[in-house]
Nanobody, 115 residues
């Protein structure tokens, strides 16, 4: 199977915004559930947001109201729109797609938020 391609990370000041993209192979009718995780420096990886194949979403409490996950199945892409960023959002962000119980991960993208 093909790779997940992640893009959109960068450095912003607190209060700024970024949008991450995760493009997945689109050859299957099962588009799968997709989740964004992040790993802050020195900490464990944590779930940020997830979206099912049907479009249901859930978020970590720490990002509710600030982050929005969405998907465009025609473009085989899932987005994570992040606004009102805080220094504690600084982390390596990863995209994972789960189909038939198997999760495929993309490479991480760094998000750095300065105060």
């Amino acid at each position: 199977q093909g790779q997940l391609v992640v893009s959109g990370g960068g450095s912003v000041q607190a209060g700024g915004s970024l949008t991450l993209s995760c493009r997945y192979p689109g050859s299957s009718s099962n588009v799968g559930d997709v989740a964004w995780h992040r790993q802050p420096p020195g900490k464990q990886r944590e779930l940020v947001a997830a979206i099912t194949s049907g479009g249901d979403t859930n978020y970590a409490d720490s990002v509710k109201g600030r982050f929005t996950i969405s998907r465009d199945n025609a473009k085989s892409t899932v987005y994570l729109r992040m606004i009102s960023l805080k220094p504690e959002d600084t982390a390596e962000y990863y995209c994972g797609r789960t189909r038939w119980g198997v999760t495929q991960w993309g490479r991480g993208t760094q998000v750095t938020v300065s105060s």
